[in-house]
C-alpha cells in the first residue's frame, strides 16, 4: 500500500490547540481482507472503533486500484497530549502494510495542548528591597507538554532568554530540584525594578502573567533606609493614631462621668 496523508502535513511532528479533518488514502492494487487504525496517545494505546472512531470509504473494481479513505473522529483528539496513527492492514494477496514503515514515509505524529505554561520566581518579590551587590534569582517553569521559550525582562528590556534547545538541556537534568533558570540583577541602580517573565510553549500558550514591581537591589544606604522608612511609617503611625485614640476616649469618659457626678 501507499498512503496519502496531505490532510495532516501541516501538523506532522507539531503541537497544534486542536486538530480536525484528519483524514488519510490508503491505496492498494488488491483488495484488503483486514485493516484496522491504532491510536497511540501519550502513554496509551487504543484500538479505534470503525463507525465509532472513524469510518472508511472504499472503491476500486476487482481489476483496479483499490482505495481506502480513513476518516478520523475529531472528538479522538480533544485532549491535552501527544498522539500518533498507525494504519495496519493486510490484502488477499497476503501482503502486510503500515503507514509508520520506513519505506512509506508516512508517520502521523503531532501534539494538542491548550494548557499554558507556569513561571515562578522563588526569590524576588514586590516592594522589596535586597541589600546585595548582586541578586542572584532563580525561577521554575514548566509545561504540560513542551515549553519552547522563556524569557526574564527588567524594567522592560530583555535581561537574559532562553530558547526550545537550552530549556531541553535544562530538562534534562537528572534532579528536578536542578531544572531550574537562573538570572542576576545588578545593585549599581537605585530605582525600582520591574520584573517580567514571559513564556511560550511549542503550540504558542503563553503563560498567566507574572510581573514583579517596585524591588531593589541596592546597596545604597540611603536608598535602603528610606525604603524602609516608607514601609514601616505607616504601620507605626497607624498604632499611635490609634493609641492616641484610646487614651483620648478614656478622658473623655472620665470626664463625661465627672461632670455627671457633680
Not at 9 to 18: A, K
Not at 64 to 92: R, V
Not at 130 to 158: C, F, H, P, Q, R
Amino acid at each position: 500500500s501507499t498512503y496519502d496523508i496531505q490532510s495532516v502535513q501541516n501538523i506532522l511532528g507539531s503541537y497544534v490547540h486542536d486538530v480536525s479533518g484528519v483524514v488519510v488514502k490508503e491505496i492498494n492494487p488488491n483488495e484488503l481482507k483486514n485493516y484496522s487504525v491504532t491510536l497511540f496517545k501519550n502513554n496509551e494505546t487504543i484500538t479505534l472503533n470503525e463507525g465509532e472512531d472513524f469510518t472508511v470509504e472504499k472503491s476500486g473494481e476487482e481489476l483496479d486500484w483499490h482505495e481506502y479513505i480513513y476518516s478520523i473522529n475529531d472528538a479522538t483528539f480533544t485532549d491535552d497530549g501527544t498522539y500518533s496513527l498507525t494504519f495496519h492492514s493486510e490484502d488477499k494477496a497476503n501482503n502486510i502494510s503500515e503507514n509508520t514503515l520506513e519505506t512509506k514515509n508516512s508517520d502521523i505524529s503531532f501534539g494538542v495542548d491548550n494548557t499554558p505554561p507556569i513561571a515562578v520566581v522563588a526569590n524576588v518579590e514586590s516592594g522589596k528591597t535586597y541589600n546585595v551587590e548582586k541578586l542572584n534569582a532563580i525561577m521554575t517553569a514548566n509545561d504540560n507538554l513542551v515549553l519552547s521559550s522563556v524569557e526574564v525582562k527588567l524594567d522592560g528590556k530583555t535581561l537574559k532568554d532562553w530558547n526550545a534547545e537550552q530549556i531541553s538541556e535544562i530538562n534534562k537534568m537528572d534532579n528536578p530540584d536542578d531544572r531550574l533558570f537562573s538570572f542576576e540583577i545588578s545593585g549599581e541602580y537605585t530605582d525600582a525594578h520591574t520584573l517580567e517573565v514571559i513564556c511560550y510553549d511549542a503550540a504558542n500558550n503563553p503563560n498567566e502573567q507574572l510581573v514583579i514591581r517596585n524591588f531593589y537591589v541596592t546597596t545604597d544606604n540611603w536608598t535602603i533606609f528610606r525604603n524602609w522608612v516608607n514601609n514601616h511609617i505607616p504601620a507605626v503611625t497607624g498604632s499611635i493614631v490609634g493609641f492616641l485614640a484610646i487614651v483620648i476616649g478614656g478622658i473623655l469618659m472620665i470626664a463625661k462621668k465627672k461632670k455627671k457626678n457633680s
